[in-house]
């Protein structure tokens, strides 16, 4: 009785965080405004990352970025109020397809959703070729 | 001997204190949460208290079997007690500098280390497999030198509401006698940070004078942002995913295995061991940030130039 008490508790308590948290904090989601917000984070990520060709989703989210170093490529794409960068390498991704509404990329990680990428034709022409011949 | 649950006892003013640090984050700009992450943080802490409810008797049982094995019997006293603690908090440092360095332990702990955010929250983002991994083990010297299971489980609850309090950005720093021996926010902030420098430091529970002695103590620089999370951060909120990512990661680079060489890798390695030195270690992209930095200094003029 005791612990079942506790328990229904220590959910009583889990809804008030909850509800505190999205009446003080709202539920904004992140957007990314511009190139030198991807390349900062990718800079504080990728010890000697230098910024190559990139390009930004329309409606800002997410981005593709390529590490001039050493032509690495990265994808940055908004997961919450924050952002999440992958290494997009053979293994990393899984698939990649071209749509009216821009690129859209499967990643073998479970845990990373399918993204659309709202690019223009000639963007989405261009990376779905860099990606294409690293998949092959 | 029958003695309180700490953590027990604590709950509510767990959820005080998030409320009050909600607030203060909110009204004084300093900290920061996200309703979906505190939601996954909590409901990580909720679903370990069943399990930990469904499965304490593992913990009971590995007691009773390794009791009758002590070496002494120390009894109830106040002075066992505080060096029952003491010992119980190395112990802790021990495991938990395990669980960053072999894959099958981080497999668990990643799960409270992967939040984006550094909160009261997070604190209580707890794992739901730790029964599995046979981290109880790190408990055995304490069996073995005679501490009675109620003070070893009274003691260990005391550290983990003593671990509660330094999950915040709230608190700057503490007096310096404080910092020099005790774990506070500012050295369990570095422990959470995935900046290069911080990577696998800080490992103390209580007393961060494990760590100088041991050689994995690192001061906060306030000059340098804090990252919190893992190196490759979680694009999710769903504390089932939170809690199998590792395991299911593990499994799958199990079964492309070709050698018992690889299996052990994969599994008593240090996380993100590959075969073939392609995935990203702590101790890789240690090394990758201090050429990087090597170069950097090497390349920046002195002033007489």
């Keep these: 009785m005791g612990l079942l008490l506790y328990f229904i508790g220590s959910l009583a308590g889990v809804a008030l965080m909850i509800g505190l948290n999205v009446a003080l904090f709202g539920r904004k989601r992140a957007r990314l405004a511009s190139q030198a917000e991807a390349e900062a984070m990718l800079a504080a990520e990728v010890p000697g990352f230098r910024a190559g060709r990139f390009a930004l989703a329309a409606d800002g989210g997410g981005a593709l970025m390529e590490n001039a170093g050493d032509a690495t490529l990265y994808l940055i794409a908004p997961v919450g109020q924050k952002f999440v960068s992958r290494k997009l390498d053979r293994a990393a991704l899984k698939t990649i397809s071209r749509t009216s509404g821009g690129l859209t990329l499967q990643l073998a990680d479970f845990t990373f959703p399918q993204l659309t990428l709202k690019l223009d034709a000639a963007q989405s022409g261009d990376w779905e070729q860099r990606l294409d011949k690293m998949l092959r | ?305």
């Excluded at chain 2, 332990?105 to 991994?133: C, E, I, K």
């Excluded at chain 2, 190196?231 to 939170?242: C, E, M, Q, R, S």
């Excluded at chain 2, 492309?256 to 702590?282: C, H, N, Q």
């Design chain 2, 1 to 305: 001997m029958h003695l309180p649950n700490p953590v027990e006892l604590a709950t509510p003013f767990f959820v005080l204190f998030v409320v009050i640090e909600m607030l203060y984050a909110r009204f004084a700009l300093r900290g920061e949460y996200e309703a979906r992450d505190t939601a996954a943080s909590l409901f990580m802490g909720f679903g370990s208290t069943i399990i930990g409810a469904l499965f304490g008797f593992v913990f009971v049982a590995f007691a009773a079997w390794i009791w009758p094995y002590r070496f002494f019997d120390l009894g109830w006293s106040l002075p066992v007690f505080v060096v029952c603690f003491v010992l119980d908090d190395l112990s802790y440092y021990w495991w938990h500098r395990a669980s960053h360095r072999i894959r099958w332990l981080w497999a668990d702990h990643v799960q409270h280390h992967s939040s984006r955010y550094f909160n009261l929250s997070t604190a209580l983002r707890q794992p739901w497999t730790g029964t599995f991994t046979f981290g109880l083990l790190f408990k055995a010297p304490l069996f073995l030198l005679g501490f009675p299971l109620p003070m070893i489980v009274f003691v260990h609850g005391i550290n983990l509401v003593y671990q509660y309090w330094i999950h915040t950005e709230a608190i700057g720093t503490m007096p310096r006698w404080f910092e020099a021996v005790m774990n506070t926010p500012s050295h369990h902030r570095v422990h959470h940070a995935t900046n290069a420098r911080y990577l696998d430091s800080n490992y103390a529970g209580v007393f961060i004078v494990w760590d100088k002695m041991f050689g994995s103590f690192v001061a906060e620089d306030a000059n340098e942002p804090l990252r919190y999370s893992i190196v490759k951060n979680l694009a999710t909120f769903n504390p089932l995913k939170v809690a199998l990512h590792e395991w299911i990661g593990m499994v799958t680079d199990l079964s492309k295995s070709r050698s018992l060489k690889e299996i052990a890798g994969y599994v008593f390695g240090p996380p993100g061991w590959s075969p073939d030195g392609s995935r990203d270690t702590s101790d890789s992209i240690k090394a990758r940030w201090r050429a990087f930095r090597s170069a950097q200094t090497a390349r920046t003029p002195s002033p007489a130039e």
